[in-house]
């Protein structure tokens, strides 16, 4: 039998209730570099290189800006008591305080490790070690839990947070520290494959989307960071490959490359498959890279890049348009690195490096009301590693204006400048304008969803024509003229437009002006008020039930415009 039909088999035996079985070549023997550590993203042999780029060119700063995230991090006390999953849990108090507090734990217990491999230093070493083992003991009682969808996706987070820690910083634990974290992982990866992994729902063809991916692929770095150490880690390892190969690749985003649950989860969608496919290749020499290069599409960060991300909180629009707070810029830049190296596209290194905060750890600014919990995303690292120098930073021929009909959204850009003029349109008649450097129009939705349509009617000679068509009368057109005015236009409206922007305008007659330079005129309609503090943003999880704590709470301007007499709004906007 050949060895493909063999995987088969042994995968069929594992989940018999799987009726659609993919066949892969086995990965189970690792190759030379899976005979030590670090092996998951870089290699003994790599390090002097690596350590020698912190004093050349863009990796200095990526360098600077991961340092100093380091050294908050040693200002963190790693925690020591285990959260415990809660059944009666109704407004999901519990469940935000368990997650948000391994994403903390994975969080600073990565970036420290990274920041040891990369510089050599004892100061992260000891307290990546330190929080290594922290994280090992207070959450080792995950391995008696029973797993559930709600529990994996923030344990498998922070195995993989482990594993990876395991690995950079391998040399600083002691041989019996070393079989603590490794039964660790090993008993909590037991639970979860033998329990929920391996169940027809999880390991069946309907769980492909951000979940699976998130799940799998942190189940599979464990796998690659035990190979050779724990006896089941080539079989887990195996079981991961075919459902990427079969699933999580081919189906894991839309036909357009867009996430149907939302933008930022197309990003970190992105984050794990990255994570689990670099050090696939690292470790084993798989390439799906090469395999899948279709199927890694950016063009919704294409799409959606609006301005330059300086470091500092995030605000909901001001880097990555119809994307929330804590999915701006910085989340979606280490996944445009990744891919300028792998496929060599100079216009995702571009937009990459607009990214002033590169190598920082990522502070949300969502907080759990309870036990105060943040949520932190560490991609710091990663995007130090993914860097290449090689890809040349430039606009070539791209598009200026992208449809995603499998999420009813959009996009037109007036021009690949940071700051520059762009408009998206989505389902509902939910539009955002970007114009010098932030939103100066976020208007939500005013018409049905279901079968609503929104497209882009005509792209060439330099202008941009998008539509939204809710019902016969419910309609919204912009017609983008290039590189910075556009002529926005709402029909069938019965009730006052309301729309937020990120700074208060100076109001003269029917006419909005920012300290950018940005102008929107009020062509048909009326412009009714300008309240100051009009909109406050929700920070509500949890179908709205949590209200989290936000650490950089701010209210936005609110601006009224009321319809013409026929139900018709038009304004023009100049960057």
């Known amino acids: 039998m050949t060895p493909r039909g063999v995987l088969a088999l042994h995968v069929l035996f594992v989940v018999s209730a799987w009726s659609e079985v993919a066949t892969a070549e086995p990965v189970s023997k690792p190759i030379a570099s899976a005979s030590g550590h670090p092996r998951l993203y870089l290699t003994p042999a790599t390090l002097p290189e690596l350590r020698a780029r912190r004093f050349e060119g863009v990796s200095v700063k990526i360098w600077k800006n991961l340092a100093e995230s380091a050294d908050w ?5 790693p925690r020591k008591e285990y959260i415990a999953p809660q059944p009666d849990d109704p407004r999901y108090e519990n469940l935000y305080d368990r997650f948000y507090a391994m994403m903390k734990d994975m969080a600073i217990t990565e970036h420290l490790a990274f920041a040891y491999a990369l510089s050599g230093e004892d100061k992260y070493g000891d307290a990546a070690r330190e929080w290594t083992l922290a994280s090992c003991r207070s959450w080792k009682n995950d391995a008696e839990a029973e797993p559930d969808g709600g529990k994996a996706y923030a344990v498998m987070r922070l195995l ?5 820690s395991y690995d950079l910083a391998f040399d600083r634990f002691t041989e019996e520290e070393r079989k603590e974290v490794r039964g660790m992982l090993v008993s909590t990866s037991r639970n979860y494959f033998q329990k929920y992994f391996t169940t027809p729902s999880i390991a069946g063809p309907g769980f492909h989307t951000h979940h699976a991916v998130v799940e799998f692929g942190s189940f599979g770095v464990v796998a690659l960071a035990l190979l050779g150490e724990a006896t089941e880690a080539a079989d887990w390892l195996d079981f991961t490959v075919v459902k990427f190969i079969d699933r999580l690749l081919p189906t894991g985003l839309a036909e357009d490359g867009a996430q149907v649950e939302g933008a930022t ?3 970190s969608t992105m984050h794990y498959r990255l994570f689990f496919m670099d050090a696939l290749r690292w470790v084993t020499g798989r390439d799906l890279f090469k395999e899948f290069e279709s199927e890694m ?3 919704l960060a294409l799409a959606s890049i609006a301005d330059r991300k300086e470091p500092g909180w995030n605000e909901a629009h001001r880097t990555v348009v119809l994307s929330p707070s804590y999915g701006q810029l910085d989340y979606y830049s280490p996944v445009l690195l990744a891919l300028a190296r792998e496929y060599r596209r100079p216009i995702y290194q571009y937009l990459a490096l607009w990214d002033e905060s590169l190598g920082c750890i990522q502070k949300t600014r969502y907080i759990t009301p309870n036990r105060r919990e943040q949520l932190l995303f560490e991609l710091g690292g990663y995007a130090y590693l993914w860097y290449d120098e090689s890809v040349s930073p430039v606009v070539g021929n791209e598009p200026l204006s992208y449809a995603f009909p499998s999420v009813g959204e959009v996009y037109a850009r007036g021009s690949w400048e940071p700051g520059g003029l762009l408009v998206a349109v989505k389902n509902g008649g939910h539009i955002v304008v970007h114009a010098g450097g932030e939103a100066v129009l976020v208007a ?15 792209d060439s000679e330099g202008v941009c024509h998008l539509r939204y068509v809710g019902s016969a009368t419910q309609i919204v057109s912009v017609k983008l003229e290039r590189p910075d005015r556009a002529t926005l236009e709402w029909e069938g409206m019965t009730e006052d437009l309301s729309f937020w922007c990120h700074r208060s305008p100076d109001r003269s007659e029917n006419t909005l002006r920012w300290e950018s330079g940005a102008e929107t005129r009020i062509l048909k309609g009326s412009l009714k008020e300008v309240q100051p503090e009009g909109y406050a943003p ?8 949590l209200d989290l704590i936000d650490p950089a709470s701010r209210k936005y301007p609110l601006i009224a415009i009321r319809p013409s007499e026929g ?5 023009a906007v100049r960057e």
């Open 297 to 299: 599409n950016a063009d």
């Open 567 to 571: 139900g018709t709004i038009r304004i």
């Open 73 to 77: 991090c040693l200002t963190q006390t």
């Open 538 to 545: 929700s920070h509500a999880v949890g179908n709205g039930l």
């Open 160 to 164: 993989k947070g482990v594993a990876v």
């Open 444 to 458: 939500p939705s005013f018409g049905p969803v279901d079968s609503a349509t929104v497209e882009i009617v005509k």
């Open 265 to 267: 989860f197309w990003a």
